[in-house]
């Protein structure tokens, strides 16, 4: 029997709950399959820890962590501690730490659930994957604060493209369209961006030569920012930068059902170290505690796990649960009009789960 080892994270806020409903649909699965099983070990790192210790994980959180397949993550952030400090000191240290250069995200409307575009019906209709450079770009963390506090003060946010990193996300982005047979779409900004942005689409047209049979499309972020309200259904494998990434796939999460819904992976394709799968949502602080969050992002991002395991059936059957239960409409959170808690809804999914 396979055995997937799996370091949990819970973090902070709603974070903690709605992973442990993920855990059980794990549970659960592999109990269902009989041909894998998983073994949890928990790390308590986040805001509290840091107000505790001083840290937000430990200073050889990477070391431990090395030794697991993947990486479950709830989410980090407090109201009482500067975002940059958790952000900087848990997610993107063991993004770039691990190397985990793509960031995965399904931009999909699953049938029954809420879209806010006016002519969106179809589930054909919002169908993409964002595949978001996650190692460099404009967070890479470079630059410099001069003459702080001084009249003549000045800040440099560098952004940092390198012809090995871009040119890896973009061959990535240009496999999965061309085993998908998908086209492809680069968002960037070539014509204000005049060093990182040029780059990046004559990378893009240089790599595109290798891959004649896929379909090949480049937009400016902000028209693409507009078609993905106008017209999603032009967009299929998307691939751009990391800040770029960054909102346009909060964007891409409105339109396919909100942030209770939206899922993200960090993968090092290469699997020389974990991946990590988390909802993309944060902690949430005006409702934590109250057992209200939706669950459902997470639970796809568990799903996205079993995809990378090489488990796609099973990753496609949660998906499946998760659509029964939105199509349904008898069991839902409070940010999809219902009354159920998180844990009604994690148990329904399972029930569904079950059923299939
Ligand atoms: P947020 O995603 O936590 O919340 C935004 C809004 O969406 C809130 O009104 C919240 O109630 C709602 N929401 C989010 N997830 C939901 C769910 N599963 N069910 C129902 N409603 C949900 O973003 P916000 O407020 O900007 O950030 C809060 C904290 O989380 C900050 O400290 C931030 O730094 C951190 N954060 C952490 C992330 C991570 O760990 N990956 C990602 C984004 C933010
Ligand atoms: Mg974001």
């Not at 370091?7 to 659960?28: C, F, H, S």
């Not at 958790?86 to 809420?114: E, T």
């Not at 939206?262 to 993309?280: D, H, R, V």
């Amino acid at each position: 029997m396979k055995q997937y080892k799996i370091a949990v994270i819970p973090g902070d806020g709603i974070g903690t709950e709605v992973v442990a409903e993920g855990v059980k649909i794990l549970e659960q699965a592999a109990e269902l399959s009989g041909t894998f099983r998983f073994s949890f070990e928990y790390f308590p790192w986040g805001c509290e820890y840091y107000c505790k210790t001083g840290k937000v994980m430990d200073d050889d959180g990477l070391d431990k962590l090395k030794k697991f397949d993947a990486i479950y993550l709830g989410a980090v952030g407090a109201p009482n501690v500067p975002d940059n400090i958790s952000l900087r000191g848990l997610l993107i240290k063991i993004r770039q730490g691990f190397d985990q250069y793509v960031n995965l995200r399904p931009v999909k409307l699953l049938n029954g659930a809420p879209c806010p575009l006016k002519n969106i019906k179809r589930r054909e209709d919002i169908n993409m994957t964002v595949i978001r450079e996650n190692s460099e770009g404009e967070y890479a963390g470079a630059g410099d604060w001069l003459y702080k506090g001084k009249p003549q003060e000045v800040v440099l946010q560098t952004s940092v493209f390198s012809r090995r990193g871009t040119e890896r996300i973009i061959r990535y982005a240009y496999e999965s369209a061309r085993k998908e047979h998908k086209s492809i779409t680069s968002i960037s900004k070539g014509n204000a961006l005049n060093y990182s942005m040029v780059f990046w689409d004559e990378i893009f047209r240089e790599v595109g030569r290798e891959y004649p049979d896929v379909k090949q499309y480049t937009y400016l972020v902000d028209a693409a920012a507009m078609f993905f309200v106008k017209d999603p259904a032009r967009f299929q494998i998307v691939v751009t930068s990391n800040l770029f990434g960054d909102i346009l796939t909060d964007l891409g999460a409105a339109i396919a059902g909100g942030m209770g819904l939206a899922a993200g992976a960090n993968i090092n394709p290469e699997k020389l170290y974990p991946s990590m799968f988390e909802p993309i949502h944060g902690s949430a602080p005006d409702i934590a505690g109250k057992k209200i969050a939706n669950p459902m992002a997470a639970i796809w991002s568990v799903s996205q796990m079993l995809d990378f395991f090489g488990e796609k059936d099973w990753g496609t059957r949660i998906l499946m649960a998760l659509e029964k239960v939105l199509m349904e409409r008898k069991v839902l959170s409070a940010d999809f009009g219902g009354t159920a808690s998180t844990e009604m809804v994690g148990t329904e999914i399972r029930k569904q789960l079950a059923s299939i």
